[in-house]
């Protein structure tokens, strides 16, 4: 992958480097979603990880 970002353009590494940010805004929610969740009932986390897995 790394190889390939060489050998982008800056408008293309731009749009790449965007949509990284994205990703990994979305990892920060969902970790701060399931720390969340940790400190529900039993049950409710239960449904909770269900929900997670589709």
């Keep these: 992958m790394l190889g390939e970002i ?4 800056l408008g293309q590494f ?3 480097s965007d949509a990284a940010q994205r990703a990994h805004r ?5 970790m701060g979603n399931v720390m ?3 400190t529900y009932d ?3 986390f ?6 997670l897995e589709g």
């Design 36 to 38: 969340r969740a940790t």
């Design 46 to 51: 239960g449904a909770f990880m269900k929900q």
């Design 26 to 30: 979305r990892q920060l929610v969902d």
């Design 6 to 9: 060489r050998g982008y353009t």
């Design 14 to 16: 731009r749009k790449f």
């Design 42 to 44: 039993k049950n409710s």
